[in-house]
């Protein structure tokens, strides 16, 4: 098994937002990957007097230790079950009511010798390579549906009819992409933040198994070096540039 993560600020200086673990469980009985994307707050810091890195390492530890001590509940409900956790942990402090209270996008796997799972909630990207080496995007598009309708999405975060993030209610969990695939039919996974996926995503001048490619051939450095090169020839309107992560698991 290969496994090879990395993951870059957007600014230097300033800390990355991003989480990332995989868990290899002694027993061998599989492992899990886990992947946050923060959500950079506003200057109120969404009404939270904690940061979002605290958050989404809160987050993350909580749903990396469910997915693997307890194979029996599904993913949807870990992530519910780490929801609550965390804000548990900062209710008496914070307005977890605020819409911008800290929260994330999701992407996770999880698997054994019978099956792979997978959950995807917002917008990074999980790949899942077959044996027959095709690259599949398991995507929660409900962002790009609403640009593509021309909405504003600040109105729409966690909204009926909008998109959804983990934050502070645990129904979310239930709103994400989820499925289950046979172990003996994947290869390989890889899971980028949207800050890694810009070359397909916003430039569109790379597809996911371009991608993919450059990611386990050069490993994420290269591939957050080829996105950087394009923000800097024509920077996208909002940030400049992102945090990035990138995790590959060859399995």
């Known amino acids: 098994m290969r496994i090879e993560t990395a993951t870059e600020p957007g600014?230097?200086?300033v800390p990355n937002e991003d989480f990332a673990a995989v868990a290899l469980p002694a027993s061998g009985a599989g492992?899990?990957?886990?992947?946050?994307?923060?959500?950079t707050p506003p200057?109120?810091?969404g009404g939270c007097?904690?940061?979002?890195p605290w958050f989404t390492a809160r987050l993350g530890g909580a749903l990396l230790e469910l997915l693997t001590a307890r194979r029996d509940v599904a993913p949807a409900d870990c992530l519910a079950e780490a929801i609550a956790r965390t804000a548990h942990a900062h209710r008496d402090t914070c307005d977890l009511s605020h819409q911008l209270t800290p929260q994330a996008t999701v992407v996770l796997a999880r698997w054994n010798a019978a099956d792979v799972e997978y959950l995807v909630l917002s917008d990074s990207a999980l790949l899942v390579e077959d044996t027959a080496g095709v690259v599949t995007a398991v995507l929660d598009d409900r962002i790009d549906?609403?640009?593509a309708q021309g909405l504003r999405l600040a109105p729409l975060r966690n909204q009926e009819g909008g998109f959804f993030t983990a934050a502070a209610d645990p129904s979310v969990a239930g709103r994400a992409v989820t499925g289950r695939l046979p172990r003996a039919d994947v290869t390989a996974l890889a899971v980028l933040t949207d800050g890694a996926a810009r070359a397909v995503e916003h430039y569109r001048v790379d597809d996911w198994a371009g991608t993919f490619a450059l990611l386990r051939k050069a490993g994420p450095?290269?591939?957050?070096?080829?996105?950087?090169?394009l923000e800097a020839e024509q920077p996208p309107p909002g940030k400049q540039h992102d945090d990035a992560t990138a995790v590959l698991v060859e399995l």
């Not at 492992?31 to 959500?39: I, S, Y």
């Not at 007097?49 to 979002?52: A, F, G, N, Q, T």
């Open 221 to 229: 450095e290269r591939l957050f070096a080829r996105v950087r090169a």
């Open 11 to 13: 600014t230097a200086g």
């Open 31 to 39: 492992g899990a990957v886990v992947v946050l994307d923060g959500v």
């Open 49 to 52: 007097v904690h940061s979002v």
């Open 145 to 147: 549906r609403l640009r």
């Open 43 to 45: 200057p109120d810091n």
